[in-house]
């Protein structure tokens, strides 16, 4: 299943918009696996239609992943089984002397959040925002997509991103490695954080490297986006590991509906 526009990504948007809403409160009051085993997989003739094959899908137990693009760091797990998402956010405002991680969980439609503050707690009571998980009502968001949510296994966007590609080569030690073609409205899409506009001929062959684990799934895919305009070059990268080992993903526990102060955080 193909993100909208990646889930990772809305989330740092969520986290982002409403770390400016809370920096500005807090300043006013003067205080964001395919087939198993281990053995080496047969030569394929279509390295393209391996790689794809790889990707995370509904069929596969729970995992970790990260995320990282042009602006910052996603960490998180899927559970396919139960439709269910976490994903941890890490905004700094330096002007308002704040580190906030925001965390979100999904299971199915239901959405929760979590706030924590670092070093300084004291915000939790002035913006009226409390430590625990707090369960969202999406009918009380002015923008249906300010929160993310559970879209599928590729939190990442990989599947869009690989579907690109225009080249693909195995190389002897295993890895990946070619090209992909980002001007097309699907990946434009896809690279929702990247300014694919300003990139020109140059978003037709941006390089890209990917790994496949022995257990036949992909553990990571890894873009070179050169530099263009203001934007400079990064790397996109989209980590997948730990598949089986992380837990599943469950409703937490003692969560409480969410404040009206939550919902102006989101809302702005």
């Not at 809403?21 to 087939?35: E, F, N, P, Q």
């Not at 794809?52 to 137990?61: S, T, Y």
């Not at 690279?191 to 037709?204: C, E, F, R, Y």
């Amino acid at each position: 299943m193909t993100q909208r526009t990646g889930t990772a990504a809305l989330a740092r948007r969520a986290v982002t918009g409403a770390t400016a809403v809370l920096a500005a409160t807090a300043l006013l009051a003067g205080c964001t696996g395919k087939d198993g085993g281990s053995a080496e997989p047969s030569p394929s003739p279509d390295p393209k239609a391996d790689l794809l094959a790889a990707v995370p899908d509904e069929k596969d137990p729970a995992f970790l992943f990260s995320g990282t693009d042009a602006d910052g760091t996603v960490t998180g797990s899927v559970d396919p089984a139960s439709k269910g998402m976490e994903l941890n956010v890490t905004e700094k405002d330096a002007e308002a002397g704040f580190t906030m991680k925001m965390s979100f969980r999904f299971v199915d439609q239901q959405s929760w959040v979590k706030v924590d503050f670092g070093g300084a707690e004291e915000l939790h009571t002035l913006l009226k925002l409390p430590k625990n998980w707090m369960e969202l009502d999406k009918a009380k968001l002015t923008d249906a997509e300010a929160v993310p949510g559970y879209e599928g296994a590729d939190p990442g966007n990989a599947r869009p991103i690989i579907a690109t590609a225009t080249t693909v080569e195995k190389q002897a030690d295993g890895t990946y490695a070619g090209t992909v073609d980002l001007s097309g409205p699907e990946a434009v899409e896809a690279m929702d954080s990247i300014d694919v506009a300003a990139l020109g001929d140059a978003a037709k062959t941006v390089p890209f490297t990917a790994v496949v684990g022995p257990d036949g799934n992909l553990t990571s895919l890894t873009l070179d986006i050169p530099a263009a305009g203001k934007q400079k070059a990064l790397k996109y990268v989209v980590k997948y590991y730990d598949f089986g080992k992380a837990p599943a993903i469950t409703a937490p526990e003692g969560a409480k509906a969410a404040p009206a102060s939550a919902y102006e955080m989101f809302n702005g």
